[in-house]
């Protein structure tokens, strides 16, 4: 079975702070994402990675930015916390690129900025 | 660029009842278009498939129907528990994924 592995499932930090989040997968998937999902607006991509070091800017990645040093981990960072950062962060994992592969998703970050 | 319309936020079904949820498209006929499952408070988990050129999909208890002309699929549980209580969500590929925002299910014992 797909693991997908996220570092924590509630997170509270305060307004400024950076935050990481970490995000594994263990079947060597070679694309990983970064979502956020909150009420009434669904699942936004905020950051994916095709390849180790390379990502790509998803709907939403203004006060995001992403590492990816190694193939099976996919790290979301915030640079400085804001309010509106409070959601759900849910990051998944597919085969390869452009091809009809399902994601696998972790089990969520719920974080709450004060 | 393409909208997904899950038309039903909620729907209230009693058990043993057929479940249909319809997921809607605007613009070009996606290749395939995925359905996934989520319980709160946790992420999305794949259920089926569905490509262009398949009318019809199964998979013990779910059925998916792709419909391009109608720029439509619908998404049945038959014989529906109320463990089948969950939001659905359905993803088509533009780029990547975009999905959805769900229909809640909710089936009454």
């Known amino acids: 079975d797909v693991k997908v592995t996220q570092s924590s499932r509630y997170l509270v930090k305060r307004t400024g702070e950076k935050v ?6 263990d079947m060597d998937h070679e694309n990983m994402f970064w979502y956020r999902q909150d009420p009434g607006l669904g699942l ?10 390379m990502k790509e800017k998803g709907d939403i990645p203004e006060g995001y930015s992403v590492s990816r040093e190694k193939k099976e981990r996919f790290s979301l960072i915030l640079e400085s916390a804001s309010t509106n950062q409070t959601s759900m962060y849910l990051c998944a994992s597919s085969l390869a690129f452009g ?4 994601q696998y998703f972790g089990p969520g970050t719920r974080l709450t900025v004060t | 660029s393409q909208k997904i319309e899950q038309n039903s936020e909620a729907l209230n079904i009693q058990e043993g ?3 249909t949820l319809t997921c809607n498209y605007t613009n070009y006929s996606p290749a395939y278009l995925q359905w996934y499952r ?9 259920l089926l498939l569905i490509r262009e050129n398949e009318k019809e999909k199964r998979k013990e208890r779910l059925k ?4 391009t002309t109608l720029k439509q699929s ?3 549980i038959t014989a529906s528990q109320p463990a089948d209580s969950a939001t659905y ?3 088509l590929p533009q780029g990547n994924l975009i999905f959805g925002k769900g229909t809640k299910l909710s089936v009454k014992p």
């Open chain 2, 89 to 91: 969500l359905c993803a």
């Open chain 1, 20 to 25: 990481f989040l970490e995000c594994v997968q």
């Open chain 2, 64 to 67: 998916v129907t792709f419909d």
């Open chain 2, 38 to 46: 989520q319980d709160p408070g946790r992420g999305p988990v794949f």
């Open chain 2, 17 to 19: 009842k057929t479940a």
């Open chain 1, 44 to 53: 936004r991509l905020i950051y994916f990675s095709y390849d180790v070091k």
């Open chain 2, 74 to 76: 619908l998404f049945h």
């Open chain 1, 99 to 102: 091809a009809t592969h399902e």
